[in-house]
């Protein structure tokens, strides 16, 4: 789980920066960048800072360590009407660019719209039941690892123990082992405090 608010007004702030190093690294990233932003209709920075908005969060399903494929999804607190074309410019994309590499076409931005509010998941399934509010907020080793999650400015977690077959099957029995599997979840966070941002990590133990 990963969120980020104010992701809109770090973009408008952050891009004159960027500008600057591209244009002192590559003279012709304008150019470049026009002909993306036609073959596309995709508009840089604009459509990011749709995408960012107010804040957007992206959940990655443990269903993707049952069945090895990944399903995921995104919720966009945003002006939706722009954030549903800027989604469907990126699947067209996604489609051409899969179509002329001769990839199947699997890829799917499966969208709702609820205000102004657009989810986003990997299947129609995993969409649906963010809608619903799912169960992520609800469980308690995050709210171990972050409490207060609605004042933090950003904030990333991870369930260790719904992942920890990933790195424990394999690894010789000892204490490091041990260790690991000890390990029930970790949480980042940040907040703003006055121009600065302070940044706690959360360590959950089973």
Do not use: C
């Amino acid at each position: 789980f990963m969120s980020l608010t104010g992701g809109a007004d770090m973009m408008k702030a952050w891009w004159p920066k960027f500008e600057k190093l591209l244009s002192e690294s590559s003279p012709n990233w304008r150019d470049q960048l026009t002909d993306f932003e036609k073959q596309t209709g995709i508009a840089i920075p604009g459509d990011l800072e749709t995408l960012m908005g107010n804040q957007i969060d992206v959940v990655v399903s443990e269903k993707s360590v049952k069945d090895k494929m990944p399903v995921l999804g995104a919720r966009l607190f945003t002006d939706s009407a722009k954030a549903e074309k800027v989604l469907g410019n990126l699947e067209r994309l996604w489609k051409s660019q899969s179509s002329s590499n001769g990839a199947p076409d699997t890829f799917g931005l499966n969208r709702r719209t609820e205000g102004d509010v657009v989810y986003v998941g990997s299947t129609p399934s995993y969409r649906d039941e963010l809608v619903s509010g799912g169960k992520l907020t609800d469980e308690a080793a995050l709210k171990e690892a972050l409490p207060n999650l609605d004042k933090q400015h950003a904030a990333f977690y991870v369930n260790l123990d719904k992942i920890e077959q990933l790195y424990l099957d394999g690894m010789p029995s000892g204490q490091q082992k041990d260790l690991l599997q000890s390990l029930k979840a970790v949480g980042m966070s940040s907040v703003k405090n006055g121009d600065r941002y302070d940044s706690v990590t959360r360590l959950v133990v089973n």
